[in-house]
């Protein structure tokens, strides 16, 4: 049951996706798509392609090692781009979607800086930020630690982000958009690899197959939770992930 007085979807974009302004204007409109059917929306953003190897990668080279509360600060500032961008790319379709940082909604962290795991959130911050604009973006991979200092949640931590958010928020569903349409048996991307896409499939199956699609950690959170989610490419039916039956599309 959605906290919110509609019901509520959180659509996690992936680097792959926001992969230049085409993909933010497919974002936007998966996000239109959702809002038409009466639903408001936590959008969970990446940072774009190559944008955080970028930066770590800089901040290697400036000292060596880094001083990793700056590196979190750092890194937070590719993911900071993505959600201003797609809050420009939904105002040409009539959405003022509301902006949030890993501070603003309260996404509390423990464990190490650089890959630590979220452990609260201010419901209440995003919550009433959907009762204003219906959509509220806001960065992935990022959280609070108790100190106030940025903390990264590991590689591919915005799913992580997005399945914290669909738990804690009550979303109707939570959906990991991705460049491929779904989870497979095997990388789609390898060409003549017996790759078969799954119309359902569980998460044990899931961290067998799809540890570059979806982050482990992610998986294991959503498994010991019990909570459902779904992969797919915008626009598509993609993947059902959880306690089903494994099925081929």
Request: hydrophobic share 45%; net charge negative; glycine share 10%.
């Amino acid at each position: 049951m959605s906290f919110c007085n509609r019901p509520t979807s959180v659509l996690k974009f992936g680097s792959s996706v926001l992969d230049g302004p085409e993909g933010f204007r497919r974002a936007a409109r998966e996000i239109d798509s959702e809002v038409r059917r009466g639903r408001s929306v936590v959008a969970v953003v990446s940072a774009m392609p190559g944008a955080t190897d970028t930066l770590l990668q800089l901040a290697g080279e400036v000292a060596d090692p880094p001083p990793p509360h700056h590196v979190s600060a750092l890194a937070a500032t590719g993911e900071y781009a993505s959600v201003a961008l797609l809050c420009i790319a939904l105002a040409p379709l009539g959405i003022a979607a509301h902006r949030l940082s890993a501070g603003t909604a309260g996404l509390r962290t423990a464990g190490p800086l650089l890959d630590a795991h979220p452990t609260d959130v201010d419901t209440r911050s995003i919550v009433d930020a959907l009762t204003l604009h219906r959509v509220a973006i806001i960065p992935g991979f990022l959280g609070v630690d108790p100190s106030g200092e940025t903390s990264l949640l590991g590689r591919g931590g915005s799913d992580l982000t997005a399945l914290f958010l669909a738990h804690r928020l009550g979303a109707v569903e939570c959906r990991l958009v991705k460049d491929v349409d779904g989870v497979y048996s095997a990388d789609p991307n390898v060409p003549g690899g017996p790759a078969v896409p799954y119309a359902s499939v569980s998460w044990d199956r899931v961290l067998e197959v799809a540890g570059q699609l979806v982050q482990p950690k992610a998986v294991r959170f959503a498994r010991t939770l019990g909570l459902p989610f779904r992969v797919a490419a915008p626009g598509g039916t993609g993947t059902w992930v959880g306690a089903v039956e494994e099925a081929v599309a």
